[in-house]
């Protein structure tokens, strides 16, 4: 199953990212993009979202400098951006690979494309293993790592549902049931034509 794979490779780009644990490390991909594109895919998003979670950590901070902050939040627009850019890759992957599918008369298209499933498959991932570090996580109270094994099993939980959605999904593609498209998401902020406020700096 597809879901086998990402899995795996989600829980590997986050075990790396937490050896050195800072958000400025160099980034390496475990994955030839030749070799194994799919895989190369999975491991940068995964890694693109682990460094955003931690500088959403870090922004929260009550006492970050305000410079800091500003600074901080540009990275953030900019990992989102590199985030959506995975997403689309990733679906346009997917679009190559059922290209020559011969789609079914009555075949319908998905709520969400399959790698918006991914996007938050990798999410999922992140907030598993945290969950899990949390759950046992030795300086905590007993009632704090009840709480979050709790949530934790949810989570698991949740992780088998939302793989099986996507699987399902694939394999209603693979089969014409369903069909997919690539959307552009078209953010307007980062672009100095669309966002009123740069255009009117460029001026």
């Known amino acids: 199953m597809f879901t086998d794979k990402a899995n795996r490779i989600f829980r590997e780009a986050i075990e790396n990212y937490h050896i050195i644990n ?21 491991y940068r998003k995964c890694w693109i979202d682990t460094v955003q979670w931690h500088y959403e950590d870090i922004i929260r901070d009550p006492e970050i400098d305000p410079v800091a902050a500003l600074t901080l939040k540009r990275q953030i627009d900019a990992s989102n951006q590199d985030r959506t850019d995975m997403v689309e890759y990733i679906d346009s992957y997917f ?3 059922y290209n020559e599918v011969t789609v ?7 709520t969400e494309s399959p790698a918006w499933g991914v996007d938050r498959l990798s999410i999922l991932a992140l907030k598993v293993y945290h969950m899990h570090e949390e759950a046992t996580r030795t300086d905590a109270s007993e009632a704090h790592r009840e709480a979050c094994s709790k949530k934790l099993d949810i989570l698991l939980e949740q992780r088998v549902d939302l793989s099986t959605a996507i699987d399902t999904l694939l394999s209603d593609i693979a089969h014409g049931d369903k069909y997919m498209k690539v959307y552009k998401q078209m953010k307007m902020y980062n672009d100095d034509e669309l966002n009123p406020v740069l255009r009117n700096i460029k001026k």
């Open 22 to 42: 800072t958000v400025d490390q160099p980034f390496e991909n475990k994955y030839d993009k030749e070799g194994d594109l799919l895989g190369h895919l999975l």
């Open 95 to 97: 679009l190559e690979k």
């Open 104 to 110: 079914k008369e009555n075949a319908t298209i998905n």
